[in-house]
């Protein structure tokens, strides 16, 4: 079975602090992606990595940045976190060439 | 600029009954159509999903119909169970380079009861 784990389930941070959310596969996918997901809004996708190293912004880039080192860690950066970020963020990942994406269990950040 | 909509928000169905969740999408170049289900406290994971050569794709109980003219698909769960109740959403991808780039519905949170 694929495995994306998140490093949290839950965190609360203050308005203006740098955020890390940590994503780690197992499958040794190319592919991985950082999605917001908000009510009515459904995912939107942040950015994505299609190799260490590489990285192409999604639809809301604003705000962020990301970083993969290595093939199975994906993070994302909130440099300077603030009150509309607060939201769940999910993290997920799938083989060059695949249709399905697996995503993890999500990080409910709250930003006061 | 929402590219895939999708309808009702949410839905509430008795057991036994059929559940009907719709979209619609815009991008004639989509080419792969996934429902992703997502129970509460985890992550979505693919439930079904169809390509744009077929009209229907049954799996169980869960079943898409896919109107290429239309520009629609649906999700049919018939026999719906409590066990279902959970958030669907649906999907669009085109393949941009090595990946799928995936466009996703608002979600529709299903509610069975008993």
């Known amino acids: 079975d694929v495995k994306v784990t998140q490093s949290s389930r839950y965190l609360v941070k203050r308005t203006g602090e740098k955020v890390f959310l940590e994503c780690v596969q197992d499958?040794?996918?190319?592919?991985m992606f950082w999605y917001r997901q908000d009510p009515g809004l459904g995912l939107r996708l942040i950015y994505f990595?299609?190799?260490?190293?590489?990285?192409e912004k999604g639809d809301i880039p604003e705000g962020y940045s990301v970083s993969r080192e290595k093939k199975e860690r994906f993070s994302l950066i909130l440099e300077s976190a603030s009150t509309n970020q607060t939201s769940m963020y999910l993290c997920?990942?799938?083989?060059?060439?695949?249709?399905?994406?697996?995503f993890g269990p999500g990080t409910r950040l709250t930003v006061l | 600029q929402q590219q895939v909509k999708q309808s009702p928000q949410s839905l509430i169905v008795q057991k036994g009954g059929i559940s009907i969740i719709n979209c619609a999408y815009e991008?004639?170049?989509?080419?792969?159509f996934p429902w992703y289900q997502q129970f509460p406290g985890k992550g979505p994971a693919l439930l079904i999903a169809?390509?744009?050569?077929?009209s229907e794709k049954k799996e169980g109980r869960f079943t898409i119909s896919f109107n290429k003219s239309a520009k629609q698909f649906s999700l049919h769960i018939m026999d719906s169970q409590p066990g279902d109740s959970a958030t669907y959403f649906c999907?669009?991808?085109?393949?941009?380079?090595?990946?799928?780039?995936?466009?996703f519905g608002t979600g529709t949170k299903l509610q069975v009861i008993p």
């Open positions: 997920a990942s799938c083989d060059r060439g695949s249709d399905t994406q697996y």
């Open positions: 499958m040794d996918h190319e592919n």
């Open positions: 990595s299609y190799d260490v190293k590489m990285k």
């Open positions: 991008n004639t170049a989509f080419d792969y």
């Open positions: 169809i390509r744009p050569d077929v």
């Open positions: 999907a669009a991808s085109q393949r941009s380079g090595g990946y799928q780039k995936v466009t």
